[in-house]
């Protein structure tokens, strides 16, 4: 029984004798496709172009993601719980702060003999005249000796115009050590006075931080949205097929970079009943940041963060290489942390100076001219890509009209930065506005027109859209027209809100730049979209288009994918108008034949009028 021959037999006769069995022409078109690769494309290096030929399909790239999964539950998990933790401690250091501060002044303004008028401030305000030595004293017995140093931080004038508006009168006594002892009596009292000189400083260096984290995590939701959708960012990024971040990864590191951002901020707050130095904790934490990333081992991801290094370099170099998509999308993303970047430069001049000194405002005065210039630097950036894509394709429009964007975005910071030196101007404050108004315009068409693609004439039945779309409810793109619209309005809201006060400039600036990177979010997706579309109309992909299958209601749909669609003469058109098409253009044949024959001679009989695309869509066929 076990020495049978019966199957044997069998595919002697059936399988050995049937016709994709002996017919051999897949293999040749394989070997032709593989020589052809070898010679024309990678010059005779074989290895490199069997690296781009066996590329394996999109939907068998995604690695197992158990681990991955399991450290982003547990990342996000603690996150959360950590973010409670930091709003609650930093709400109850406030109040507590606030509350003995006020006990304070009540206490001083009884024991003074001779008060006199001089200018004090709440916790939640800034005035440069409460500065004192006492964040770094240890003992009472030093503060005989710095008495004078005392009186004269107590004399001095408020340099930042952001709180100008903000004082208030109170009394102080006349004799210096008096009034500090009434005024912050022990030493932990001493500690707990100097709090509220602390938290701005602390606010502009962990806020950059922050942007960075909620840009990566809405990063990974963009890549998740574009795998479902069928965006292929893999091909227009030129990622490698095999090793790239796929969304759980992106997710995972966001949670995991977030969790040390709440830990450092926590260890802030209570530094004071644990004798650490204050300013350590974010010092240590961009550290950590910084080692990460430029960890030369190959470890935690290195493979992507070598990709993204290579690109910030690109970026750093323009207008002298060329300039790739990869390149001016993510020089794109700068001009959305450009908050992020001028904390980057706070957090650096704060270190390289006193950083005992919290109330010094050196490294935030508008003449400094190095926060201008890093406010500068992403427009630049893609001004000079501008250029670099003119002189490559001495094309006008789109990238000279393109350039003119950026320019505008340049003359804005300019503006700005002159008019905070001047703020009494009102010719400046007109010119301000007046630019402001400019660039809104010039950047709201441009995001709405040519980034993404919409107010197509030829849109048909998809209004003030584009005839091909992707996503699958349109209601989407409405809805992504109108927050853009909002969020590229936001700035109005400086000139009631932030200048009137009802919210703290700091927390204000934190509010405008998650807008910012709300709408570039929302700015990706859209853009790959049409990226992925250009792609295919112009014939720049060629391979692996398709990362989605059809939405299946029968075994056609099933099987149809963009790659099909992409092929019809008519372009690509939305996958339900393509069924229709392609089912309408197929004669009536068995369910069990349909694909392997009807509809995929109908799909044949339309594929693209370009030669080379009629081959290549033949090969895809026939494999």
């Keep these: 029984m076990w020495k049978t021959t019966s199957g044997v037999e069998y595919r002697q006769k059936k399988v050995e004798n049937s016709g994709f069995y002996v017919?051999?022409?897949?293999?040749?078109?394989?070997?032709?496709?593989?020589?052809?690769?070898?010679?024309?494309?990678?010059?005779?290096?074989?290895?490199?172009?069997?690296?781009?030929l066996r590329v394996p399909p999109l939907h068998e790239q995604k690695r197992s993601d158990t681990n991955s999964s399991f450290l982003w539950g547990f990342f996000f998990g603690l996150l959360v719980v950590l973010m409670f933790i930091v709003g609650i401690s930093g709400y109850y250091k406030g109040y507590t702060q606030t509350a003995y501060y006020h006990q304070n002044i009540m206490t001083s303004t009884i024991t003074t003999t001779t008060p006199t008028t001089t200018v004090a401030t709440l916790p939640w305000q800034q005035q440069k005249h409460l500065m004192t030595n006492s964040t770094i004293r240890k003992d009472d017995d030093d503060s005989d000796n710095d008495n004078d140093d005392d009186d004269d931080d107590s004399d001095g004038e408020d340099d930042d115009d952001d709180d100008e508006n903000d004082k208030i009168p109170s009394n102080k006594n006349k004799n210096p050590s008096k009034n500090k002892q009434s005024m912050t009596g022990s030493n932990p009292h001493q500690d707990k006075q100097t709090f509220h000189l602390r938290w701005q400083p602390a606010v502009r260096m962990y806020r950059g931080m922050f942007l960075i984290i909620l840009m990566i995590g809405l990063l990974g939701v963009n890549v998740h949205g574009w795998g479902n959708a069928g965006v292929n960012h893999v091909l227009i990024f030129e990622l490698d097929p095999r090793h790239h971040l796929n969304y759980v990864e992106l997710l995972m590191l966001s949670s995991f970079l977030g969790v040390v951002w709440c830990i450092s901020c926590i260890a802030f707050l209570f530094s004071n009943d644990f004798n650490i130095p204050v300013f350590s904790n974010p010092l240590a934490c961009g550290v950590f940041y910084l080692i990460f990333f430029l960890n030369p081992t190959k470890t935690f991801h290195y493979r992507a963060r070598r990709w993204l290094l290579r690109i910030l370099l690109r970026i750093l170099r323009a207008p002298f290489c060329a300039v790739r998509f990869a390149d001016f999308w993510l020089a794109d993303q700068l001009n959305s942390l450009v908050v992020a970047l001028r904390d980057f430069q706070y957090f650096f001049c704060f270190y390289c100076y006193d950083w005992y000194n919290e109330g010094n405002e050196m490294c935030r005065d508008p003449r400094n001219i190095v926060r201008p210039f890093v406010a500068f630097l992403p427009a630049w950036f893609r001004f000079a890509q501008c250029l670099r894509r003119y002189y490559d394709t001495r094309k006008g429009f789109p990238h000279l009209v393109n350039a003119g964007k950026y320019s505008t975005s340049m003359t804005i910071t300019l503006i700005s930065t002159i008019y905070s030196v001047y703020p009494e101007s009102d010719g400046l404050f007109t010119v301000w506005v007046i630019s402001l108004i400019v660039g809104t315009c010039y950047t709201l068409f441009w995001d709405l027109?040519?980034?993404?693609?919409?107010?197509?004439?030829?849109?048909?039945?998809?209004?003030?859209?584009?005839?091909?779309?992707?996503?699958?409810?349109?209601i989407y793109y409405y809805l992504a027209i109108l927050a853009d619209l909002i969020f590229r309005l936001m700035w109005t809201l400086t000139l009631s809100i932030g200048n009137y006060g009802w919210v703290h400039h700091e927390?204000?600036?934190?509010?405008?730049?998650?807008?910012?990177?709300?709408?570039?979010?929302?700015?990706?997706?859209?853009?790959?979209?049409?990226?992925?579309?250009?792609?295919?109309?112009?014939?720049?992909?060629?391979?692996?288009?398709?990362?989605?299958?059809?939405?299946?209601?029968?075994?056609?749909?099933?099987?149809?994918t963009l790659e099909q669609i992409m092929d019809l003469e008519e372009g690509p058109i939305p996958r339900n108008k393509a069924v229709k098409y392609l089912l309408d253009s197929a004669p009536p044949a068995p369910p069990s034949v349909v694909m392997g024959g009807s509809v995929m001679s109908a799909a044949s009989r339309l594929t693209s009028r370009r030669s080379g695309s009629r081959k290549l869509s033949s090969v895809l066929k026939i494999i």
């Design 449 to 474: 027109k040519m980034d993404w693609g919409l107010f197509s004439p030829e849109a048909g039945e998809n209004t003030f859209l584009r005839e091909q779309i992707v996503y699958e409810y349109r």
């Design 507 to 560: 927390f204000f600036t934190f509010f405008i730049a998650i807008c910012e990177v709300v709408r570039r979010f929302i700015w990706n997706y859209f853009r790959l979209e049409n990226e992925h579309l250009n792609n295919v109309g112009e014939f720049r992909a060629v391979r692996d288009i398709s990362i989605k299958p059809m939405v299946s209601k029968d075994e056609i749909k099933d099987t149809l």
């Design 23 to 52: 017919n051999k022409q897949i293999d040749d078109l394989i070997n032709d496709t593989e020589t052809i690769a070898i010679e024309d494309l990678e010059n005779g290096d074989r290895s490199k172009a069997m690296d781009r």
